[in-house]
T-cell receptor, first 109, second 114 residues
Framework: GIQVEQSPPDLILQEGANSTLRCNFS?????LQWFHQNPWGQLINLFY???GTKQNGRLSATTVATERYSLLYISSSQTTDSGVYFC???????????FGPGTRLSVLP | EAQVTQNPRYLITVTGKKLTVTCSQN?????MSWYRQDPGLGLRQIYY???????DKGDVPEGYKVSRKEKRNFPLILESPSPNQTSLYFC?????????????FGDGTRLSIL
């Protein structure tokens, strides 16, 4: 099945800094999603982005499907951005979703 | 309000005592699934359902059962729970068997099996 890698595994930022999170896939991308898990454990869908670029406030995402990667940009980070960011893709050999291991982001005041 | 509701949110129980975690969605979604989240292993899919009466195994189905008798409900059943099933569980749903649609997650159920 598809393999999903994320980098970096951990990231510590000062409030106001920008950051880029990356997701790499071993197979074709057609259902890519980004999620944020907040410190209370809730999973929030950020983007459905199988290709192209989308923006939502201070967050934006770009997927280059031909090169099998996606980037999540966080600008002017805030402490509320802390948590774990996951990307996920649907396995092309089935209907199940595969998540990456996540990037743990800590934004310091 | 569109949502996925899981119950209970927390449960401590003992080995071998059957339990059911309920999941309900009010968005008329066809696709529903269950995940477990463990430290160092991330989120792994247990079972999913493309529609009523259609269920399939995910990556880690051993020790779990599911049913999909109604479109809105997708309960997760642990017939004989064991300590290695202690985990954080999430239910999710999306429309059109998830193609082109993001998944919506419940708030999670933290299970501790002693």
């Amino acid at each position: 099945g598809i393999q999903v890698e994320q980098s970096p595994p951990d990231l510590i930022l000062q409030e106001g800094a920008n950051s880029t999170l990356r997701c790499n896939f071993s197979d074709s991308v057609n259902n890519l999603q980004w999620f944020h898990q907040n410190p209370w454990g809730q999973l929030i869908n950020l983007f459905y982005i199988p290709s192209g670029t989308k923006q939502n406030g201070r967050l934006s995402a770009t997927t280059v499907a031909t090169e099998r990667y996606s980037l999540l940009y966080i600008s002017s980070s805030q402490t509320t951005d802390s948590g774990v960011y996951f990307c996920a893709e649907r396995d092309n050999y089935g209907q199940n979703f595969v998540f990456g291991p996540g990037t743990r982001l800590s934004v310091l005041p | 309000e569109a949502q996925v509701t899981q119950n209970p949110r927390y449960l401590i129980t003992v080995t071998g005592k059957k339990l059911t975690v309920t999941c309900s969605q009010n968005m008329n979604h066809e696709y529903m699934s269950w995940y477990r989240q463990d430290p160092g292993l991330g989120l792994r899919q247990i079972y999913y359902s493309m529609n009523v009466e259609v269920t399939d195994k995910g990556d880690v189905p051993e020790g779990y059962k599911v049913s999909r008798k109604e479109k809105r409900n997708f309960p997760l059943i642990l017939e004989s729970p064991s300590p290695n099933q202690t985990s954080l569980y999430f239910c999710a749903s999306s429309s059109q068997d998830s193609i082109g649609e993001p998944q919506h997650f419940g708030d999670g159920t933290r299970l501790s099996i002693l």
